[in-house]
Nanobody, 125 residues
Framework: QVQLVESGGGLVQAGGSLRLSCAVS????????MAWFRQAPGKEREFVAAINWSGTTTYYADSVKGRFAISRNNAKTTLFLQMNSLKPDDTAVYYCAADNTILVPSRTQELYDYWGQGTQVTVSS
């Protein structure tokens, strides 16, 4: 059984930064494609960023490109999301997701089999 636990969320002013972490346990972390999604109040969950097993390929939603950076440490079985220049529109619950059956990072949340419980990010104006 794979377990994902997010941390690092909180309250920050617009223009500030946060770094989210997702600790993964249970199986071979390096075999998983990983991603971050988010869900704002009253909205559907949306793609934020994804990364391949080696960290050499990353994809971002247009809304976060240039501000957010996804990375991973396979030795520490941890996924990260560095969020800079935060905006009030970034306020959401952020979820990490994992899958070991897809070969490339995907924006499609239905392809990910494992999910964390989420961490709240609130950006004040």
């Amino acid at each position: 059984q794979v377990q994902l636990v997010e941390s690092g969320g909180g309250l920050v002013q617009a223009g500030g930064s946060l770094r989210l972490s997702c600790a993964v346990s249970g199986r071979t972390f390096s075999a998983y494609v990983m991603a971050w999604f988010r869900q704002a109040p009253g909205k559907e969950r949306e793609f934020v960023a994804a990364i391949n097993w080696s960290g050499t390929t990353t994809y971002y939603a247009d809304s976060v490109k240039g501000r957010f950076a996804i990375s991973r440490n396979n030795a520490k079985t941890t996924l990260f999301l560095q969020m800079n220049s935060l905006k009030p529109d970034d306020t959401a619950v952020y979820y990490c997701a994992a899958d070991n059956t897809i070969l490339v990072p995907s924006r499609t949340q239905e392809l990910y089999d494992y999910w964390g419980q989420g961490t709240q990010v609130t950006v004040s104006s």
